[in-house]
Nanobody, 123 residues
Framework: QLQLVESGGGLVQPGGSLRLSCAAS????????IGWFRQAPGKEREFVAA????????YTDYSIMGRFTISRDNTKSTVYLQMNNLQIEDTAVYYC????????????????WGQGTQVTVSS
């Protein structure tokens, strides 16, 4: 059973940066794809970025491309989301999800989820 724990959220001013972490436990991440999603109040969970843990292949939503970068450290069983030039509309709870197949942007396709970490962008 795969457990995922997000951390690194917080309050930041517009233009600021945060790095989120998704730490895995319970089993190796080999064979998994890990995705970052976010959910703002009253909105559906939306895809941000995903990475294939084995080969490092990535897929990033076009709306945040150039500002957010997904990466992984297999020695730490951790996937990161570096977020730069944060904007007010980036405010949301950020979740990481895991699935034992390839990268996909549909949240319903992910089997394992963390509890989420709050990111608030405000002046």
């Amino acid at each position: 059973q795969l457990q995922l724990v997000e951390s690194g959220g917080g309050l930041v001013q517009p233009g600021g940066s945060l790095r989120l972490s998704c730490a895995a436990s319970g089993r190796t991440l080999s064979g998994f794809a890990i995705g970052w999603f976010r959910q703002a109040p009253g909105k559906e969970r939306e895809f941000v970025a995903a990475i294939n843990v084995d080969n490092g292949g990535k897929y990033t939503d076009y709306s945040i491309m150039g500002r957010f970068t997904i990466s992984r450290d297999n020695t730490k069983s951790t996937v990161y989301l570096q977020m730069n030039n944060l904007q007010i509309e980036d405010t949301a709870v950020y979740y990481c999800g895991g699935r034992g197949e390839g990268i996909i942007s549909t949240p319903e396709a992910y089997d394992y989820w963390g509890q989420g970490t709050q990111v608030t962008v405000s002046s």
